[in-house]
């Protein structure tokens, strides 16, 4: 009897343990996409290369590069020429 009951409770811990672990890995991936999506704006671009002439007390948690800001601001045009173009020609139609 007192070996299944300590059996259970390993068995519950164990369980506990993995649920946690689950959550856990579930929060980083919400903040990586987060981080990938809000990487992504030019506004954040912009933040990211003025920090260069005036660097934040604190680092980000997901810093990125220099390089990574010159290349959403490099990409966002031509995609939003092309949004534009396409959304005109179909609305014409």
Do not use: C, N, Y
């Not at 672990?21 to 987060?34: A, G, I, N, S, W």
Request: charged share 25%.
């Amino acid at each position: 009897m007192i070996l299944s009951h300590q059996r259970h409770q390993r068995h519950q811990r164990h369980q506990r343990h993995q649920r946690h672990q689950r959550h856990q890995r579930h929060q980083r991936d919400q903040r990586r996409l987060m981080a990938v999506l809000r990487h992504a704006l030019p506004v954040s671009g912009w933040e990211r290369l003025s920090e260069v002439a005036f660097p934040k007390a604190a680092p980000a948690l997901l810093p990125w590069s220099e390089a990574g800001a010159w290349t959403v601001h490099v990409l966002w045009a031509p995609v939003a020429r092309t949004v534009t173009v396409l959304a005109v020609h179909r609305r014409d139609q």
